[in-house]
T-cell receptor
Framework: DAGVIQSPRHEVTEMGQEVTLRCKPISGHNSLFWYRQTMMRGLELLIYFNNNVPIDDSGMPEDRFSAKMPNASFSTLKIQPSEPRDSAVYFC????????????FGEGSWLTVV | LAKTTQPISMDSYEGQEVNITCSHNNIATNDYITWYQQFPSQGPRFIIQGYKTKVTNEVASLFIPADRKSSTLSLPRVSLSDTAVYYCLVGDGNNDMRFGAGTRLTVKP
């Protein structure tokens, strides 16, 4: 079975540019999570969706960040405009959203903003 | 929302048993306890999960006392390839799943 698929795997962009990260969760999973990982702050939860509906976006750093889940098989995380401090690894993860279900992570999108 | 506390780092030698304890004093009735392993340049991956008592699989054991306010991940006979960051996560799978700082395990030859 295909796991969580993220794209792009690596991106280098200039400050001020728009960045869009994409995620395809595991088929049948109804909860999706976006995480950001840096050395300084560790693994931070940015936002999560249940049945395509955003439930808690309190972890989104600021208005430059937005996330959407238009359907059960696709989600995006957008940064506009990007800044050097946004450089990090962004992970998407999904789960069945039931008691005791495991979260499955994608391989991450490595973002560098110069 | 249960908050977890783990040691920041641990060192061990090949062939030893490693026990990593996680505190989660505010665990809720519906919460499960799940441990993840993360290697550099990869996303965290599932190791083991439990609700109470003891769980064992092919890679680890998980010990959970009756009050469920802590849990201990036990890795038998570690090897160099077990060097990684280990996270303890509590939650019911249907709400925000926030990771703590994790424990960086270094296995030495």
């Amino acid at each position: 079975d295909a796991g969580v698929i993220q794209s792009p795997r690596h991106e280098v962009t200039e400050m001020g540019q728009e960045v869009t990260l994409r995620c395809k969760p595991i088929s049948g999973h109804n909860s999706l999570f976006w995480y950001r990982q840096t050395m300084m702050r560790g693994l931070e939860l940015l936002i999560y969706f249940n049945n395509n509906v955003p439930i808690d976006d309190s972890g989104m750093p600021e208005d430059r960040f937005s996330a959407k889940m238009p359907n059960a098989s696709f989600s995006t995380l957008k940064i506009q405009p990007s800044e050097p401090r946004d450089s990090a690894v962004y992970f998407c993860a999904s789960t069945l959203g039931q008691r005791g279900n495991t979260i499955y992570f994608g391989e991450g999108s490595w973002l560098t903003v110069v | 929302l249960a908050k977890t506390t783990q040691p920041i780092s641990m060192d061990s030698y090949e062939g030893q048993e490693v026990n990593i304890t996680c505190s989660h004093n505010n665990i809720a009735t519906n919460d499960y306890i799940t441990w993840y392993q993360q290697f550099p340049s990869q996303g965290p991956r599932f190791i083991i999960q439990g609700y109470k008592t003891k769980v064992t699989n092919e890679v680890a054991s998980l010990f959970i006392p009756a009050d469920r306010k802590s849990s201990t991940l036990s890795l038998p006979r570690v090897s160099l390839s077990d060097t990684a960051v280990y996270y303890c996560l509590v939650g019911d799978g249907n709400n925000d799943m926030r990771f703590g700082a994790g424990t960086r395990l270094t296995v030495k030859p």
